[in-house]
């Protein structure tokens, strides 16, 4: 019988006419081998030795299709990070590409698409385990078939190298390949496959063992974002016709008692430790207590387009549009999680006004018969906005709008005010509960109480001031089930105890981190109030450089992290049918437009020479004066033009671009032939070429279409 978990040590025998991966602690497996260069994929009953490579790895990653070759990606070094009810979950570290072929001749877009991989690889912090289940939540895995392979029980949502994990799957289910010997002869289905397949998460984890009133217990915190629609802040918005919608990630907390797999159970309470939806004791088992939230997009049309202005432009489409994305999306939503309580940050007033109206014309399109109100809150002027159902007729009556104006509420630094919210959704809370199970003597999880419902948190990015409330509900429901279980007394809270506050707190703060990292390229913004409980000068001045940062990664260097995403997780497929290279990495921009930046840092450099350099006593200064006022008129008016021309310069993904980006550009490149300096030397250099120099950016729209 085939291993229902992943082989935890490999090794792969490389050699010119194959790669062979097998277990030396399972001599028993059969091995499998990729050969080369065909990439066949086939099972052999014996070790094959002798290859020219010898090598131990942590476990093959995938194989990736480019457009020259296939690679297999092994995981050469991985890092434990922490253990899971006994089990080691790991890190990525360092990855390894082998290719299929020995190619002689250089492809300078198969070269550009192996970076890519390779740094989004680098970039993703990735985790995996030999034996649990790290895309599902504690609650999903409870009712889980464990006679099935881990790779089968993964969520897709979360199964980050699914894609590049198709040509494993194929030939386990037969689609592909063959065996080899007396093999040959039995069912299609292939299991011994199944422990070379390796499901990997993208996100974050982070297990503490800590205390709270001198009770030792694990606190878990993991979140797990989709590889559906995932991409970088400006590229990647809103939802998509699947009903999937952009920077989905799925965060998780939990606390473990008794987290001792080396001690075994000492005793099993059975039902009779849960009576009216509440702990009772903490026992000597190993109990689990998590609650799940979510985050994700508007789930609606929109965008906004880069022109290198620090404020994008924003465009939505008619939200009448959107109604059956939504509905895709919702219906997964609800079946997954339960009733969906969407709270909503953006702000009311100025450019945000639109999305957050936009947000509510589908949430009242989606429900039967959609009640709008205004709420007063009892202790300030603040007015919640909510949008529930008279009745429920169908599915979709089961989503419940919530709005807080975040920035407005806590300006001035006032961010106790983000109570309110709280103290909104605490009727909510109550109902929804948590997920609460005590593993049994037989292996199997004697599910005590379950999460009913969901939050689902966004702003704009769905970072920052998701971030803030997402740590607020979920410190608000870990006092919860400290009280339940007797660890805290009613009217307590787990910040009562300032050592594990400061635990919650940084734990937290390096969510955020790592949610906006893999977004926005930069680390969150609000974290000194995360990590502190206090908004702080200090911190305010570190969100200056995080802002910063941001635009200029934003603008010049998100358009290859989207691109390394794209090819990473199946969006885009290289055309390897083809002949030469399609140089899709080319600037083909008209080199009248190249040239302004230069010019613009070759004026720059020059004034600043001219003023910083000493001068010989007897050199003559109008004619350096004169120079400089030239070079310092020059550089001002290719600053202008870069600013009034942003879109020619912003780094847009060369692979899937969106067609608002097109357009953009198109504008914009209109916009020069109307210039008066460079608008006649635009129009005699480009004429009759109005096809051409769009190059890349119309090949992706018409792929996209």
Request: proline residues 5%; hydrophobic residues 45%.
């Given at each position: 019988m085939a291993s229902l978990f992943p082989f935890r040590d490999i090794n792969v025998h490389a050699s010119s006419s194959h790669y062979a991966f097998s277990s030396p602690s399972t001599p028993n497996a059969l091995t499998l081998v990729v050969d080369r260069p065909s990439g066949d994929i086939r099972l052999s009953e014996g070790k094959m030795l002798g290859g020219q490579r010898v090598s131990s790895i942590s476990g093959i990653l995938g194989i990736i299709k480019l457009r020259l070759d296939s690679y297999v990606i092994i995981i050469t070094k991985s890092q434990a990070v922490g253990r899971l009810k006994g089990h080691t979950i790991y890190r990525v570290t360092a990855t390894e590409f082998l290719p299929l072929r020995e190619r002689q001749i250089r492809d300078p877009d198969e070269d550009a698409y192996l970076v890519l991989v390779k740094n989004t690889i680098k970039s993703g912090p990735?985790?995996?385990?030999?034996?649990?289940?790290?895309?599902?939540?504690?609650?999903?895995?409870?009712?889980?078939?464990?006679?099935?392979?881990?790779?089968?029980?993964?969520?897709?949502?979360?199964?980050?190298?699914?894609?590049?994990?198709?040509?494993?799957?194929?030939?386990?289910?037969?689609?592909?390949?063959?065996?080899?010997?007396?093999?040959?002869?039995?069912?299609?289905?292939?299991?011994?496959?199944?422990?070379?397949?390796?499901?990997?998460?993208?996100?974050?984890?982070n297990t503490t063992n800590t205390s709270i009133k001198g009770t030792s217990l694990t606190f878990v915190l993991i979140t797990r974002r989709s590889r559906y629609r995932a991409g970088t802040r400006y590229f990647s918005r809103g939802i998509d016709e699947r009903g999937n919608v952009s920077n989905f990630n799925e965060t998780e907390q939990a606390v473990i008692l008794n987290d001792d797999a080396s001690s075994g159970l000492s005793s099993f309470a059975g039902h009779e430790g849960y009576e009216d939806s509440k702990p009772k004791g903490i026992g000597r088992e190993t109990q689990v207590l998590s609650y799940v939230q979510t985050r994700g997009s508007v789930p609606v049309y929109w965008a906004e387009v880069n022109t290198l202005q620090y404020t994008p432009k924003l465009q939505i489409r008619g939200v009448e549009s959107a109604v059956q994305a939504a509905k895709r999306h919702f219906d997964e939503q609800i079946r997954l999680y339960g009733d969906n309580y969407l709270v909503n940050l953006v702000n009311e007033k100025g450019r945000e006004r639109r999305v957050k109206e936009a947000y509510e014309e589908i949430v009242k399109l989606l429900l039967s018969s959609p009640e709008e109100g205004i709420e007063a809150d009892s202790r300030s002027r603040e007015k919640f906005g909510t949008i529930e159902a008279q009745s429920s007729k169908q599915q979709f009556d089961r989503l419940h709008y919530i709005y807080f104006d975040f920035h407005n509420e806590t300006k001035g630094l006032k961010w106790h005010r983000a109570q309110l919210l709280l103290d909104q959704l605490q009727p909510a809370l109550e109902k929804q509960q948590y997920f609460y199970g005590v593993d049994a003597p037989d292996g199997r999880i004697d599910v005590r109480n379950q999460q009913t419902s969901v939050v689902r948190t966004n702003c704009m990015d769905c970072l920052d001031r998701t971030n803030v409330v997402q740590s607020m509900l979920g410190r608000w429901v870990l006092s919860r089930m400290l009280v339940d279980l007797g660890l805290l007394q009613p009217g307590q809270s787990a910040q009562d105890d300032a050592a594990?506050?400061?635990?919650?707190?940084?734990?937290?703060?390096?969510?955020?981190?790592?949610?906006?990292?893999?977004?926005?390229?930069?680390?969150?913004?609000?974290?000194?109030?995360?990590?502190?409980?206090?908004?702080?000068?200090?911190?305010?001045?570190?969100?200056?450089?995080?802002s910063v940062t941001r635009y200029i990664r934003n603008n010049f260097a998100d358009g290859p992290r989207q691109d390394g995403f794209d090819l990473l997780l199946g969006a885009y497929v290289p055309?390897?049918?083809?002949?030469?290279?399609?140089?899709?990495?080319?600037?083909?921009?008209?080199?009248?437009?190249?040239?302004?930046?230069?010019?613009?840092?070759?004026?720059?450099?020059?004034?600043?020479?001219?003023?910083?350099?000493?001068?010989?006593?007897?050199?003559?200064?109008?004619?350096?004066?004169?120079?400089?006022?030239?070079?310092?008129?020059?550089?001002?008016?290719?600053?202008?033009?870069?600013?009034?021309?942003?879109?020619?310069?912003?780094?847009?993904?060369?692979?899937?671009?969106?067609?608002?980006a097109t357009e953009g550009y198109q504008d914009a490149l209109d916009r020069v032939g109307r210039d008066h300096i460079l608008g006649p030397l635009f129009g005699v250099r480009n004429r009759g070429k109005s096809d051409v120099r769009l190059g890349y950016l119309e090949e992706g729209k018409k792929r996209i279409e």
């Open positions: 990735m985790y995996f385990s030999y034996s649990f289940d790290l895309t599902n939540t504690f609650q999903r895995q409870a009712h889980s078939d464990s006679s099935v392979p881990l790779w089968k029980r993964a969520d897709s949502r979360f199964f980050w190298n699914r894609f590049i994990q198709s040509d494993l799957i194929d030939f386990r289910q037969g689609l592909k390949g063959g065996l080899q010997g007396a093999f040959a002869r039995q069912s299609v289905q292939r299991p011994a496959v199944d422990p070379y397949i390796l499901p990997v998460m993208f996100g974050m984890m594990f506050e400061n635990v919650f707190r940084n734990i937290w703060a390096d969510n955020a981190d790592v949610v906006s990292k893999s977004y926005s390229g930069t680390g969150a913004l609000k974290t000194d109030f995360t990590r502190t409980g206090n908004r702080t000068r200090a911190g305010m001045l570190q969100d200056v450089t995080n055309d390897s049918s083809g002949m030469g290279s399609a140089l899709h990495f080319v600037d083909r921009r008209p080199l009248v437009i190249q040239c302004v930046p230069y010019i613009l840092a070759g004026c720059l450099f020059f004034v600043m020479t001219s003023l910083f350099t000493r001068r010989m006593p007897d050199a003559t200064a109008w004619p350096l004066r004169i120079l400089v006022w030239v070079c310092l008129a020059v550089a001002v008016w290719a600053g202008m033009f870069i600013r009034g021309h942003g879109a020619l310069y912003v780094n847009w993904p060369k692979l899937n671009t969106p067609p608002w």
